[in-house]
Every structure is written in C-alpha cells, then in structure tokens.
Nanobody, 130 residues
Framework: EVQLVESGGGLVQTGGSLTLSCAAS????????IGWFRQAPGKERKGVSC????????YYEDSVKGRFTISSDNAKNTVHLQMIDLKPEDTAVYYC???????????????????????WGQGTQVTVSS
C-alpha cells in the first residue's frame, strides 16, 4: 500500500508563496496519480490539483489556476505543489492523496481529482493571513 507524507505547510501573508511536498513510498509510480486536496473549517474536502505519474496529465481547480503548479519528481517519488499569490481563502489543511489505476489520461486525472482517492497522507496546515 502506498504511504504518503506531506511537508511544507505553514503561515504566510496574503500574496506570499509556499511549496508543499508529498513523499510517496510503497508503490509503482507509473500506476498512480497523486493529488492535493484541501479542507477548510466547516467545508468539504476538495481536490485542488492532481497529476498522473503515468503520462503527466494535470488538473487544476478553477480557483487556483495560474497560481498553483503541480509537478512530480519521479526519481524521488515526490510530488510538489508550488503556490504563489496566496489568498486567505486558500487557508485549509492540505492533504496528499493517491489512487492506482490501469489507464491514466487527462479525463481520468480529472475524475481522480474530483473524487475520493483510496490513500491519504496525514495533512499539513496552510494558513494565509490577511
């Protein structure tokens, strides 16, 4: 079973930047997609950005397009989420999640990011002060 460990959360001012990292182990990268999901207080957990480690397809939720960039370092089995121009509404616990699949492409990556993956990290807090 895949294990996921997040790092890089913290407190930042509006307009600031943070990079989250998700270190994965115990899996075959080419079979998986990994994504970042976030949950703000009182709200549902939702997919923010996801990437297929098979073909590199990516997905971004509308509110983060142009501000967040997801990337994978397959040699290190790590997925990064670079976040710039952060806003108070980005404040949430950010979770790394993974799903195994037999076929990955843009549509499958979207479905993964819109659903509920099978494997989760412990979460990391991101707080953006106004």
């Amino acid at each position: 079973e895949v294990q996921l460990v997040e790092s890089g959360g913290g407190l930042v001012q509006t307009g600031g930047s943070l990079t989250l990292s998700c270190a994965a182990s115990g899996f075959t990268p080419g079979d998986y997609a990994i994504g970042w999901f976030r949950q703000a207080p009182g709200k549902e957990r939702k997919g923010v950005s996801c990437i297929s480690l098979n073909d590199g397809s990516t997905y971004y939720e509308d509110s983060v397009k142009g501000r967040f960039t997801i990337s994978s370092d397959n040699a290190k089995n790590t997925v990064h989420l670079q976040m710039i121009d952060l806003k108070p509404e980005d404040t949430a616990v950010y979770y790394c999640a993974a799903e195994r699949g037999s076929l990955w492409g843009p549509l499958q990556t979207y479905y993964f990011c819109s659903g509920w993956p099978g494997s989760w990290g412990q979460g990391t807090q991101v707080t953006v002060s106004s």
